[in-house]
Structures are given as C-alpha cells and as structure tokens.
C-alpha cells in the first residue's frame, strides 16, 4: 500500500458485484473484512448504512483508494451530511474508513441481522428464512385465511 492511499471498508452496494461498484474502480481490493461486534447494518432500500452502538459484526471489503477517488466517492455518499466517514473497528485489531449513519438517522429503519448486505431480505440470492416466533405464528393464526 502507497502512503496516500486510504484503507475503506465497503459493506453494502459498493460491494464487488453489486450495482455501484463501479465507484471503486481505481481502488485496489485487499480483500474480505468484518468488524467488531459493535455495529448494526441498516437497509436504507437501494443502499445500506453502518451504525455505531449495535451488537453485530458486519461483513464487507477492503480497498485501497486514492485520496482524490475517496473526495469523488464522499461527495457521492453524502459526507459528512447523510453519511460521515470515520474509522471502524476491524476483526483482528485492525482499522479502517468506512461511511456510518447516525442512531438518529437511522431510526425506524429495517436492521439486516446477519450483517451481510448480501443475504438481506429481498436481496438477489438471499437465503430466507421462517421466522416462527411467537408472535408470527399468532399473527398468521390470527390473520391468514383457514385452509
């Protein structure tokens, strides 16, 4: 790694293979990556969104970015308005760069439990799962027709 390159972490869209990571072209790829148990991954509907405060290790990416394709990439992400780029905690000590939302912001929206972008709900691939909770079996009973 160059002395001005920066490591970021992606985790949702910018992904390799999802619909924006053209955004990351002249970055290098370093390779997987999840963080410390410490975040929650929230589903924004055509991105996602880090928050700092949750209990999951969100799984993701590394790249190796230039500063000058990290500005482009700020000013596409909204920093520091929607989203602030700070550094996150990485399993095995490490850390690096990645885009986070506040608690505030990301109030009432959907949590992607497993916090891994690419197995959320409605997403291409995505394994799905009965929830058989007390509470969905209720309100299956309650609300589904006989058969």
């Not at 969905?136 to 609300?143: T, Y």
Request: aromatic fraction near 6%.
């Amino acid at each position: 790694m160059t002395a001005n390159e920066i490591v970021l972490f992606v985790y949702d869209n910018l992904m390799k293979g999802e619909d924006q990571h053209e955004w990351l072209a002249m970055a290098r790829p370093l390779g997987a990556a999840t963080t410390t148990p410490e975040y929650a991954l929230v589903d924004l509907g055509t991105t996602g969104a880090l928050v700092q405060g949750g209990l999951v290790a969100v799984t993701g990416e590394l790249y190796a970015i230039a500063p000058a394709a990290l500005a482009a990439l700020d000013v596409h992400r909204g920093h520091p308005v929607l989203h602030r780029r700070a550094a996150v905690r990485l399993a095995g000590g490490r850390e690096a760069q990645a885009y986070l939302l506040s608690m505030e912001q990301a109030a009432g929206c959907r949590r992607v439990r497993e916090g891994d972008w690419r197995k959320r709900r409605g997403a291409p691939g995505a394994v799905r799962t009965r929830d058989n909770s007390p509470l969905v079996s209720w309100a299956k009973r309650r609300f589904d027709p006989p058969r």
